[in-house]
């Protein structure tokens, strides 16, 4: 019974073996050792680890990876626990892209275990530098501490307004470690970006989450978004400009190549003449100040042309300002070819979507367009069709049943005829005496002739009456 269940554990364990062997990749690919070929798609993650600033790519394979999922990977810093930080995509293989590291495994609960002992080792380190910065006096903030090359090796990072003279802070942590220390100084925003955080928004930090490249902001984007220059609003955790300032700035770049510069003098469609008082990016309007004192909204399609200071009668001042922007000109138009084009964008993403579902569906079945079975709806068109047709065809045979039972009615000519051979029928039969019989169909006629009755006069019945 033993040897059958050894025999039987040895055979699964060479099948797993076997599999990952076939499922896994090579823990680091190089140009000695490559075996793809230029073109070939690969599939990547993204992975972060804890402390690190930004997600590296790797190798996966054929596992099957969910987001967030803890992972064991060779990062900088050595093998690390880290989580899946991307959905999996692909990429064409090319050379520039080695060297390339694969994940090593899924992180088993002894791996996360060692992990946050590691976790515990590194505050207790960062306690004992922080005890020592301050014994030094030295104006540098302590952020985090990381253990490398497999726990020979501590680096220490810091953030600091200016350079720092850490030598003798250096020797005593060499002297309490006994190990290889290295202190590293980085900037704020990469102090939040390896510490995390939840930004005024409510969620994580984008530097800490997903962005792999951040810091590209400046106070142009907040100018160019109408944005208030408020600074307690434009700035981030870190002190510094909110990396998202950045998302949506070529979108109003582009906006704001279809509209007039604001404070330029212009001239409408409809012949209005005025300096641009304020710009809509978003909504792609604009409010004109006209020379008769009216402020008005207009939508992109009603610009015109620019002008100069000297082809606009504008006046220096005004006694009364209106405000008309309640109605916007052009909107209606504007709705309606914005209408059209919605509706042409569905037509086009519906076409591509038949397309796309026939040729899935002709790959996983093998059969052609044309093959394809009908809808529901066309099943149930074609039952209703047919039974229609089953239904005319029972009236058809009805109405004929019905016919040869009762017979049609005669012609003229047929009747004639017929009456003809009836009398004829008559005639030669024998006559027979009557006697004083008179003929059928002839009535005697009255005594006393065609005699006509006097007119009724209006006092007989009185008269007789009387005589009575």
């Given at each position: 019974?033993?040897?059958?269940?050894?025999?039987?554990?040895?055979?699964?364990?060479?099948?797993?073996?076997?599999?990952?062997s076939?499922?896994?990749v090579?823990?680091?690919?190089?140009?000695?050792?490559?075996?793809?070929?230029?073109?070939?798609?690969?599939?990547?993650?993204?992975?972060?680890?804890?402390?690190?600033a930004?997600?590296?790519?790797?190798?996966?394979?054929?596992?099957?990876?969910?987001?967030?999922?803890?992972?064991?990977?060779?990062?900088?810093?050595?093998?690390?626990?880290?989580?899946?930080?991307?959905?999996?995509?692909?990429?064409?293989?090319?050379?520039s892209?080695?060297?390339?590291?694969?994940?090593?495994?899924?992180?088993?609960?002894?791996?996360?275990?060692?992990?946050?002992?590691?976790?515990?080792?590194?505050?207790e380190?960062?306690?004992?530098?922080?005890?020592?910065?301050?014994?030094?006096?030295?104006?540098?903030n302590?952020?985090h501490?990381?253990?490398?090359?497999?726990?020979?090796?501590?680096?220490?990072?810091?953030?600091?307004?200016?350079?720092?003279?850490?030598?003798?802070?250096?020797?005593?942590?060499?002297?309490?470690?006994k190990?290889?220390?290295?202190?590293?100084?980085?900037?704020?925003?990469?102090?939040s970006?390896?510490?995390?955080?939840?930004?005024?928004?409510?969620?994580?930090?984008?530097?800490?989450?997903?962005?792999?490249?951040?810091?590209?902001?400046?106070?142009?984007?907040?100018?160019?978004?109408n944005?208030?220059?408020?600074?307690?609003?434009?700035?981030?955790v870190?002190?510094?400009?909110?990396?998202?300032?950045?998302?949506?700035?070529?979108?109003?770049?582009?906006?704001?190549?279809?509209?007039?510069?604001?404070?330029?003098?212009?001239?409408?469609?409809?012949?209005?003449?005025?300096?641009?008082?304020?710009?809509?990016?978003?909504?792609?309007?604009?409010?004109?100040?006209?020379?008769?004192?009216?402020?008005?909204?207009?939508?992109?399609?009603?610009?015109?042309?620019?002008?100069?200071?000297?082809?606009?009668?504008m006046?220096?001042?005004?006694?009364?300002?209106?405000?008309?922007?309640?109605?916007?000109?052009?909107?209606?138009?504007?709705?309606?070819?914005?209408?059209?084009?919605?509706?042409?964008?569905?037509?086009?993403l519906?076409?591509?979507?038949?397309?796309?579902?026939?040729?899935?569906?002709?790959e996983?079945?093998?059969?052609?367009?044309?093959?394809?079975?009908?809808?529901?709806?066309?099943?149930?068109?074609?039952?209703?069709?047919?039974?229609?047709?089953?239904?005319?065809?029972?009236?058809?045979?009805?109405?004929k049943?019905?016919?040869?039972?009762?017979?049609?009615?005669?012609?003229?000519?047929?009747?004639?005829?017929v009456?003809?051979?009836e009398?004829?029928?008559?005639?030669?039969?024998?006559?027979?005496?009557?006697?004083?019989?008179?003929?059928?169909?002839?009535?005697?006629?009255?005594?006393?002739?065609?005699?006509?009755?006097?007119?009724?006069?209006?006092?007989?019945?009185?008269s007789?009456?009387?005589?009575?």
């Open positions: 019974m033993n040897e059958n269940t050894s025999s039987d554990s040895e055979s699964s364990q060479d099948i797993e073996k076997n599999y990952v076939q499922s896994s090579k823990e680091e690919v190089t140009e000695s050792n490559c075996r793809f070929q230029p073109g070939q798609p690969l599939k990547f993650v993204r992975v972060r680890f804890p402390g690190h930004r997600s590296y790519p790797f190798l996966i394979g054929q596992r099957k990876l969910v987001y967030g999922q803890k992972v064991m990977a060779m990062s900088d810093r050595g093998m690390a626990v880290g989580y899946v930080n991307s959905f999996t995509y692909e990429l064409p293989f090319d050379k892209m080695l060297p390339l590291r694969s994940i090593n495994k899924i992180a088993s609960e002894a791996d996360i275990v060692s992990e946050k002992e590691t976790y515990q080792k590194q505050k380190t960062e306690t004992l530098c922080q005890r020592l910065i301050d014994k030094h006096n030295l104006d540098m302590l952020t501490v990381e253990f490398t090359q497999f726990g020979k090796k501590v680096v220490f990072y810091f953030v600091a307004p200016a350079r720092v003279d850490f030598r003798g802070l250096v020797k005593d942590l060499v002297g309490e470690l190990l290889r220390i290295e202190l590293r100084q980085i900037s704020v925003r990469d102090r970006a390896s510490m995390g955080a939840l930004g005024p928004c409510g969620r994580e930090l984008c530097c800490s989450s997903f962005l792999s490249r951040y810091g590209n902001v400046s106070i142009k984007m907040a100018k160019n978004q944005l208030t220059l408020n600074y307690s609003k434009l700035n981030g870190c002190g510094q400009l909110k990396c998202c300032l950045q998302y949506e700035d070529e979108v109003y770049h582009q906006k704001r190549k279809k509209l007039p510069p604001e404070g330029s003098f212009v001239e409408t469609t409809n012949g209005d003449k005025g300096k641009i008082f304020r710009l809509h990016i978003l909504s792609e309007q604009f409010d004109v100040l006209t020379e008769r004192g009216k402020i008005k909204r207009y939508t992109q399609s009603y610009f015109k042309r620019k002008l100069k200071r000297s082809d606009v009668n006046p220096e001042r005004f006694e009364n300002i209106s405000d008309e922007t309640n109605t916007v000109l052009g909107l209606n138009d504007e709705q309606a070819e914005n209408a059209r084009r919605f509706e042409h964008e569905i037509n086009k519906k076409i591509k979507a038949g397309s796309y579902a026939s040729e899935v569906f002709e996983l079945t093998g059969i052609a367009q044309q093959e394809q079975q009908e809808t529901p709806q066309q099943i149930e068109a074609k039952k209703e069709k047919e039974l229609l047709k089953i239904e005319k065809e029972a009236l058809k045979k009805h109405t049943h019905i016919e040869k039972e009762i017979p049609e009615p005669a012609t003229n000519t047929e009747k004639t005829s009456e003809d051979n009398q004829a029928k008559k005639d030669s039969r024998p006559r027979q005496d009557r006697g004083n019989r008179r003929p059928r169909g002839k009535r005697p006629p009255r005594k006393g002739g065609n005699r006509k009755r006097p007119p009724r006069q209006a006092g007989n019945k009185d007789k009456k009387s005589e009575s």
